[in-house]
């Protein structure tokens, strides 16, 4: 009977144990709810098929973007996103973007990087206030339809 006792101590003091250590390690886990940045398009930078920036730049560039980002549950890996962007080129409607499911990339010290198919890739960095976003275009069309090989578009957030 003795024997008995001190197995089941052992077991309950194990899963005691595995209980808290579990429960400290899932508090060390980012467990933020999703976050939504909104901004404004500010500038767009082209850059020749040469690879030189055009300068003046190709179009002048505005629009507006969302980044929603998903519920963080791992540290350091970054979570799914959607985007929602409107691109306007010389004050005209140029591209509408009303639901982008994004690939998660990376995060690393506040900057998520994500892409959306072989050319786009879009970083939101929240170190910086406001917190900065580019959608960066690298095309694979060997300048046929037009004059420049790559371009970003640069916003800040609003909040």
């Keep these: 009977m003795k024997n008995r006792k001190n197995i089941l101590t052992?077991?309950?003091?194990?899963?005691?144990?595995?209980?808290v250590s579990a429960s400290s390690s899932w508090g060390t886990?980012?467990?933020?709810?999703?976050?939504?940045?909104?901004?404004?398009?500010?500038?767009?930078e082209f850059v020749s098929c040469?690879?030189?920036?055009?300068?003046?730049?190709a179009y002048a560039v505005d629009g507006t973007w969302v980044l929603h980002i998903e519920?963080?549950?791992?540290p350091q890996v970054p979570p799914p996103a959607n985007l929602t962007m409107i691109?306007?080129?010389?004050g005209h409607p140029y591209l509408v973007f009303p639901h982008i499911e994004l690939t998660p990339v990376s995060l690393e010290d506040g900057i998520y990087?994500?892409?959306?198919g072989l050319q786009v890739t879009?970083?939101?960095?929240?170190?910086?206030?406001?917190?900065?976003?580019?959608?960066?275009v690298v095309f694979d069309d060997n300048?046929?339809?037009?004059?420049?090989?790559?371009?970003?578009?640069?916003g800040l957030a609003n909040n």
């Design 10 to 19: 052992y077991i309950v003091a194990a899963v005691v144990t595995l209980v």
């Design 29 to 44: 886990r980012p467990l933020q709810g999703p976050e939504n940045y909104t901004g404004k398009l500010t500038h767009g």
């Design 50 to 57: 040469e690879g030189q920036i055009l300068n003046p730049p």
């Design 71 to 74: 519920r963080m549950t791992e």
């Design 87 to 90: 691109v306007f080129r010389d």
């Design 113 to 116: 990087t994500y892409t959306w």
């Design 122 to 136: 879009a970083t939101l960095d929240t170190n910086t206030t406001p917190a900065t976003f580019a959608w960066h």
């Design 143 to 154: 300048c046929t339809l037009r004059n420049y090989g790559t371009l970003t578009y640069f």
